[in-house]
């Protein structure tokens, strides 16, 4: 780890390391295959296409690369107002799939023009509901995938939190980023990202959990494990069978 001119830490900038945070994202995030109706719906009608749209993709399915560009691309994406944070969610959710992609493939070129317009999105959909903990996530997400992890980083990170405390929606998705850069957490925010952790398995979202737990570093498993253990017994054989299934 190096420091920046002010001396705050700065992650390592290669491109695996964007790799890994847009994975961790995409993973986090989810996506949903639909078909060409967004593209074509009239206008009064494209609310409740995005509406419909943002929650298929909250469920974690599957999504069509080809349908995502081309949504992305269409004039309804463009004229959508910033504060429809239904739509503005469902473009933000799409587009961070193809963020991924053009990174794995070496498009650098593709890659800068999607962060881009997930920061200028992101922030945009912010100045109309600045409580929207997912826009914080994403925010988080983009700043750690530049490679910078300092202060302002976690200070977005610490936003989502204030803004959504308790919403397993948005609980799956935050542990999945906040897990591999726990170390490096301020005190009381590393204590929240180890609460919500516990949580999540207490209350039966395991899935996501488990798999932070199996990609994290040795010592972020430790202290994982810490919390674990202050489980009953039929929670952490829970988490332990999920955790088989994974690594099979």
């Known amino acids: 780890m190096r420091l920046s001119e002010t001396g705050h830490r700065i992650l390592p900038t290669q491109p695996r390391f964007h790799l890994l945070v847009l994975r961790y994202l995409t993973t986090a995030i989810g996506c949903a295959g639909l078909a060409w109706g967004i593209l074509n719906a009239a206008r009064g009608e494209a609310a409740d296409d995005f509406r419909e749209l943002e929650s298929r993709l909250l469920q974690f399915e599957t999504f069509n690369q080809a349908t995502s560009a081309g949504a992305l691309a269409s004039a309804l994406a ?32 593709d890659y800068d023009e999607r962060v881009r317009s997930l920061e200028s999105r992101a922030r945009q959909a912010l100045g109309c509901t600045p409580r929207d903990s997912f826009v914080w996530l994403v925010l988080f997400g983009l700043e750690t995938g530049h490679g910078i992890l300092d202060q302002h980083a976690f200070d977005l990170l610490a936003m989502s939190y204030e803004t959504s ?12 980023l906040a897990i591999p850069v726990v170390l490096a957490a301020p005190g009381p925010l590393q204590q929240r ?3 919500e952790f516990q949580d999540l398995v207490r209350s039966g979202f395991i899935e996501l959990p488990a798999r932070a737990y199996l990609r994290a570093s040795g010592p972020t498993r430790a202290l994982l494990q810490t919390r674990i253990e202050l489980l009953d017994a039929s929670r952490q054989k829970a988490f332990a069978d999920v955790m088989q299934k994974q690594r099979t």
Not at 81 to 103: F, G, K, T, V, W
Not at 167 to 173: K, L, N
């Open 193 to 195: 990202i180890l609460g």
């Open 78 to 109: 463009w004229d959508v107002s910033p504060c429809d944070n239904h739509a503005q969610r469902a473009l933000l959710l799409m587009e961070i799939p193809l963020a991924d992609a053009a990174l794995r493939s070496g498009a650098a070129r």
């Open 165 to 176: 405390p308790n919403e397993a929606w948005i609980a799956t998705r935050r542990i999945t």
